[in-house]
């Protein structure tokens, strides 16, 4: 009984250096390939080796870029372009495997809707084309693709579930922007369109403001920046990142809006870490592995003493 009580605490009512359980944001980083875990709050490095993609990698022997991070259940997965897998770690970090299938080519980003997965897709696979790949969670397995375009006509960076809808960000090139699907697979035209030149130019990571409900996208290529939208696709401006080119953009709890490059993990005021090609952004509800053994040491240590 004194176990599961201790578990509790832990998980429900810990704190560590003033972070809430549910305040990390996961980023994966492919120069190391790592994911590094921040505070979600003013995006302060927090671990920088949350988890060790390069190393499952080497293990399974094929290189490897991460992309994104998804929490699915209590394990972590990872997409990964390079090595056309999704890596599976579980809570406390350890890789549990991977999820391969001939399908999976240049994966990039992924949402988690019910008991399915979506990942968006850039190349074709063994008979799949460019598109979502559909993932079920409970066999970890490849089930099928839908895309409402010509396979030539898609590039697709990242997939947000919004309003009921997916988003997909599309960087085929003179046909950038943000298409919609209805999850059942149903595409219902575009929300976003540029040509590539006058509005965002190779859109990646798509993520919803906590203050005002509004999209922000990483404007990859010139006219770079992170883009915001309102949620019927109005344009609001370049709102940070120009012009260095984001990939990656989620707004702190401090307010700031922190993105992500080749270079860096900041905001346009402050550089939290640097030196490394940084992916995509994503918060996380599971506790970060270091601070809930430091939680569960504080927590004995404050019980023994009420004793």
């Known amino acids: 009984m004194l176990k599961r009580y201790l578990f509790t ?22 120069t190391n390939d790592r994911v590094i875990a921040v505070n979600a709050f003013d995006g302060s490095l927090v671990n920088p080796n949350f988890l060790d993609v390069g190393l499952a990698a080497s293990n399974a022997g094929v290189s490897s870029t991460p992309i994104e991070v998804l929490e699915v259940g209590n394990e972590f997965w990872v997409s990964d372009q390079v090595a056309d897998r999704i890596w599976r770690f579980d809570a406390a970090g350890a890789a549990i495997g991977a999820i391969t299938s001939p399908e999976l080519n240049n994966i990039r980003g992924m949402e988690v809707v019910g008991n399915t997965v979506y990942v968006a897709q850039g190349s074709a696979g063994a008979t799949f ?56 697979g149903t595409y219902l035209g575009t929300l976003v369109t540029s040509d ?4 965002i130019d190779f859109p990646q990571q798509i993520n919803v ?46 307010g700031g809006i922190a993105w992500t490059n080749g270079t860096w993990f900041r905001t ?3 550089i939290f870490v640097e030196g490394a090609s940084f992916r995509y952004i994503t918060p996380s509800s599971i506790p970060e592995p270091t601070s809930m053994a430091l939680l569960l040491i504080g927590s004995c240590v404050s019980l023994r003493r009420r004793r």
């Open 9 to 30: 605490t832990v998980f429900i009512l810990g704190t560590t250096h003033g972070v809430a359980f549910g305040q990390f944001l996961l980023i994966p980083e492919s």
């Open 209 to 254: 403001r906590g203050s005002n409900g509004n999209l922000i996208v990483g404007g990859f290529s010139l006219p770079s920046g992170v883009y915001e939208y309102m949620p019927d696709g109005t344009f609001v401006g370049i709102v940070a990142g120009d012009p260095f080119g984001p990939r990656a953009a989620y707004e702190l709890g401090n």
């Open 196 to 199: 590539g030149v006058n509005g």
């Open 268 to 270: 346009d005021a402050d």
């Open 129 to 184: 084309g460019e598109g979502l790949v559909t993932v079920d969670v409970a066999t970890a397995s490849v089930t099928g693709i839908f895309n409402g375009r010509l396979d030539d006509d898609v590039s697709y960076q990242d997939v947000k579930f919004f309003n009921g809808e997916l988003l997909v960000t599309n960087s085929d090139t003179g046909n950038d922007g943000i298409d919609r699907y209805l999850p059942d």
